[in-house]
């Protein structure tokens, strides 16, 4: 697992554990709102990452933070299909350019005989 990834995972266990502390909520009353054991709980809030994310999300649920989570991979957030559309556009625009032989000729790129659309001459 990448080390970005497990201390984001630490920084939201640590985060959720200081809502919890924070409303005051003994480990076995949180575990047992969650539905899960206190072992549980205790590894989620170091941010373990073999708990479920639903253990999580039902964390961020009892804070009322469970909207947040559709957001996270929101499609206008991802910068990775964003810089492929890019790309993909880009090389889309590239025109390839007319040699001297074909603008003498008259005939533009890629086209027979200097034909226009529709068959026209």
């Given at each position: 697992?990448?080390?970005?990834v497990?201390?984001?995972?630490?920084?939201?266990?640590?985060?959720?554990?200081?809502?919890?502390?924070?409303?005051?909520?003994?480990?076995?009353s949180?575990?047992?709102?969650?539905?899960?054991?206190?072992?549980?709980?205790?590894r989620?809030?170091?941010?373990?990452?073999?708990?479920?994310?639903?253990?999580?999300?039902?964390?961020?649920?009892?804070?009322g933070?469970?909207?947040?989570?559709?957001?996270?991979?929101a499609?206008?957030h991802?910068?990775?299909?964003?810089?492929?559309?890019?790309?993909?556009?880009?090389?889309?625009?590239?025109?390839?350019?007319?040699?001297?032989?074909?603008?003498?000729?008259?005939?533009?790129?890629?086209?027979?005989?200097?034909?226009?659309?529709?068959?026209?001459?």
């Open positions: 697992m990448p080390i970005a497990l201390a984001h995972l630490r920084e939201l266990g640590e985060n959720l554990s200081l809502a919890r502390k924070r409303r005051q909520e003994p480990l076995k949180w575990a047992s709102r969650i539905g899960v054991s206190e072992p549980t709980l205790m989620m809030e170091k941010g373990d990452p073999t708990v479920s994310m639903a253990v999580y999300a039902t964390a961020l649920w009892l804070m933070r469970d909207a947040a989570l559709p957001d996270l991979a499609p206008e991802d910068r990775g299909a964003l810089e492929q559309a890019i790309r993909v556009a880009k090389q889309r625009a590239v025109r390839k350019r007319t040699t001297i032989e074909e603008r003498l000729a008259g005939a533009a790129p890629g086209s027979s005989s200097g034909k226009r659309k529709g068959g026209e001459a």
